[in-house]
């Protein structure tokens, strides 16, 4: 295991700037997921951390040793793919055993390496199988398998849940978080898929078209994200955003409708960020037109209107109002996020 330190590395093709100094510290044995839309830059920095892409300026450090020129198969990383990168003309046992048949390591050796990976990834039955005699779970687990044979310092993810089916990727991504919770091998892991990244990190690096937003533990940049990028990313149903002013008795949405403020908010907001989750239904709340009502069986997402602003509600509790009827919400003022309009920058919770 090693630690990994990204020291405001830099991507250019051509003319075209992809990353612009981008530093990341990654501690020995930690789970850390980059995560952002697509063309952030997070697979270019995962590849460019695996010497599959040239760095145009700053360092990359695994462990106490810079790799920036360092070639791809002397880095002690292994990498996971999207496609799962398969030999079809192999069983899953000499998939599995490639890199260490190239390192012409003994028969008993591979035997014994690729068992254990077999027996972690329950992949003992099919050692025999081709590829294409497998689903996709099933070949994403050999293509771990294949990285784990190798004992590597640093396990690199690069999406590799995004060809699967929902109900598949919720049960290979908790098979990951346990497959690092038992090696304990320090994981970079790319994802575009927020719920992912919340449920599998340790820390959360948010990017956006080259930067790093924000990095920390996802409870952190859940509760307390940094500016408004952050907190409209992170957060399924997303964080309710209203621009508007402090004014009025409250903070005034741009259509007219009024929100009550915590106390001692700052007269500089000029965005009202309240997450769905955070607003109650009270009778003493604020009378609001329902527009649309989605159950979902464990809550019930309701869609409201207060003048011409709308929120995204999620109650826990089952609600039986239609489109057109009133219902009264009231957001929890201990949960309000207030934003600087120019910058986006937080200014209170």
Known sequence: MA??????????????????????????????????????????????????????????????????????????????????????????????????????????????????????????????????????????????????????????????????????????????????????????????????AMTMADKIVVMNSGNVEQAGPPLELYDRPTNLFVAGFIGSPAMNLVKGGVGGGGFTAEGGAVLPLPEGASGKAGVYGIRPEHIQLRPDGIPATVVLVEPTGSETQVIARIGETSLTCAFRERVSARPGETIHIMPEMGLVHLFEAGSGRRLAA
């Open 3 to 196: 630690t990994v330190d990204i020291r405001n590395v830099m991507k250019a093709f051509g003319a075209v700037k992809v990353l612009h100094g981008v530093s990341v510290d990654i501690a020995d044995g930690e789970f850390v997921v980059l995560v952002g839309p697509s063309g952030c830059g997070k697979s270019t920095l995962l590849r460019m951390l695996a010497g599959l892409e040239n760095i145009t300026a700053g360092e990359i450090a695994i462990g106490p040793r810079v790799v920036n020129n360092v070639p791809p198969k002397d880095r002690d990383i292994a990498m996971v793919f999207q496609n799962y990168a398969l030999y079809p003309h192999m069983t899953v046992f000499e998939n599995m055993a490639f890199s260490m048949k190239l390192a012409k390591a003994p028969r008993e050796v591979m035997e014994a390496e690729v068992g254990r990976a077999a027996k972690i990834l329950g992949l003992e039955a099919l050692l025999q199988r081709y590829p294409r005699q497998l689903s996709g779970g099933q070949r994403q687990r050999v293509a771990m398998g294949r990285a784990i044979v190798r004992n590597p310092q640093v396990f690199l993810f690069d999406e590799p849940l995004s060809n699967l089916d929902a109900k598949l990727r919720v049960q290979m991504r908790a098979e990951i978080k346990e497959l690092h919770q038992r090696l304990k091998v320090t994981t970079v892991y790319v994802t575009h898929d927020q719920i992912e």
